[in-house]
């Protein structure tokens, strides 16, 4: 029987017999390669001594295990200088000397060690008619060689938990090729340092504020530039932000007590039935837009024409609009904005008064007051109802961003206001926001900073790094001073993370995924399994 492509088999090789048992198939393989080399010598041999019989297991099909018997043979030596007189050919792409199990069956056996750990993947194994230890599985992982050395340019540095607060070790990153090169079972410096003197080539070190890793960098590469991580740099000033508003609420909450209490401490807003009016439609704003668009493209060239000395009867005849329209325009030292058209009679208008006391009653339920409506002789649609009961909705949340409000934010929710960038903010937020400023003046000046820091980030412009620490310096704001202060300890790092597109991502992918691996070993394995784990992570 020749070779079938559901069980690839090395050149030399074909499937004599397959034999059908309860819970696994038996396949007879013959060697019938003519030749083979002495693993002594290496000298090839043509002369057959004896055959001989492996039985070897092989990767599951169909949920059926694989039982190969292989027939292989054993050649006679052809150097006479050999030590060894007699030998067996090997098999190098199916199985090792003396191995009980094919090389692809061990592969398996290593993945899913690799991405289970032992108990788990004698479990996972199972299920996939794979039969195998614990014990087995530690063993092929631990079996695995480290992987090859490689020139490291850009080096991203880390450290991780073993037992939070407690025990702490290192984690390196190549950045360019975003992989991790190496685990180290502690944080100190003299440790990285040692790493880092065995890789001379290193150009560039990326890593958080620690002190411990900057003096491992200037240590064990002297020559390579530190880059301080741009996340790291972004959370310190939201701390230092977190704690500038705790230290104002007394300010705002002060400043509240001063306004005089409503009823029901909320502020009330007058809408006037002339304005109260549901919001335009896209489709009409978009249309009075290309009109209001082609208007002004006219008015400029009523201008140009004038500026060129043309009468209003020529230009009137010259672009075919009225001399009236024309001498309007003229008489207007900008362009004349066209007059909004007056809202026309509704059906609604004469309930609107009524719909408004029952909304300021606390009447929520735009069906109710459809009922009530009709009942007095309302002949619309509930749809015309609901389009101005959205008018008072959204009149209600804008007033609702007051300074009665600020209290119910605390120092961990009203920093995302400040830290953000402007553009992702919605309505609510925009009106809150507007508040902490007007009701604080620390806050208003404070906001100004830190929005010039975050612009630095998200731009990259580490040359304003001088003039913004110079503003702090000037200002009165001790929690953005000591940030300032830190900057100042580690200013070459900042200025050369605010600059470059270096960072410690990947870096921090990579402890997202170690602490991932970690806990699936229950935090019972030792650092040689997980550091196996990690460099070798599927």
Known sequence: MERTPLLPLPEGMFIHQIQEAEASLIITVIATHPVSCCPLCLEPSFSIHSL????????????????????????????????????????????????????????????????????????????????????????????????????????????????????????????????????????????????????????????????????????????????????????NLSEAAQLLLARCQAEIAQLSNREEPEKNGQSKQIISIEEWRPPEPAHVEKARLARRAGRYERYQQVVELQAQGMKAKQIAQRLDIGERTVRDWLKEASYPEVKKRRKRQSSFDSFAPYILSRWQAGERNGLTLCREIKQQGYTGTERTVYRHLETLKQAEVKTSANRHRLQKFSANTAVWLFVRDPKTLDDIERDDLAAFRQVSTT????????????????????????????????????????????????????????????????????????????????????????????????
Request: proline share 5%; net charge positive.
């Open 52 to 235: 001989y019989r492996r039985t070897l297991a092989d990767v599951p099909c169909g949920g059926r295990q694989i039982q190969l018997v292989l027939t292989a043979r054993k050649f006679f030596c052809s150097n006479p200088l050999c030590e060894r007189k007699v030998f067996t050919e090997r098999l190098p792409t199916l199985a090792r000397p003396w191995a009980r199990m094919t090389i692809r069956y061990c592969q398996q056996i290593t993945s899913i060690g690799l991405a289970t750990s032992g108990k788990g993947g004698v479990r996972l194994a199972a299920r996939l008619g794979i039969h195998s230890t614990r014990q087995s599985i530690l063993r092929r992982i631990m079996e695995l060689s480290p992987p090859a050395p490689c020139s490291v340019l850009r080096l991203g540095i880390d450290d991780f938990s073993f037992r939070r607060g407690q025990w702490f070790g290192t984690i390196l990153v190549d950045l360019e090729s975003h992989r991790p090169v190496d685990l180290l079972p502690d944080r100190r410096a003299e440790t990285a340092a040692q790493w880092m003197r065995q890789h001379p080539e290193i150009t560039a070190v990326s890593r958080d504020r620690g002190g411990e890793y900057a003096k491992a960098a200037a240590q064990g590469a002297p020559q390579a530039v530190q880059y301080a991580d741009r996340f790291h740099l972004c959370k």
């Open 443 to 538: 806050l208003n000046r404070a906001y100004d900073l830190i929005q010039s820091f975050f612009s630095m980030v998200r731009k990259r412009e580490g040359h304003r790094l001088d003039a913004w620490l110079l503003q702090i310096a000037q200002s009165d704001l001790p929690e953005l001073q000591s940030f300032a202060n830190g900057i100042e300890k580690d200013k070459a790092a900042v200025q050369a993370g605010l600059t470059w597109s270096i960072n410690n991502g990947p870096v921090e992918g990579y402890v997202n995924k170690l602490k991932l691996i970690k806990r699936t070993m229950y935090g019972r394995a030792g650092f040689p399994l997980l550091r196996q784990r990690v460099l070798h992570a599927l």
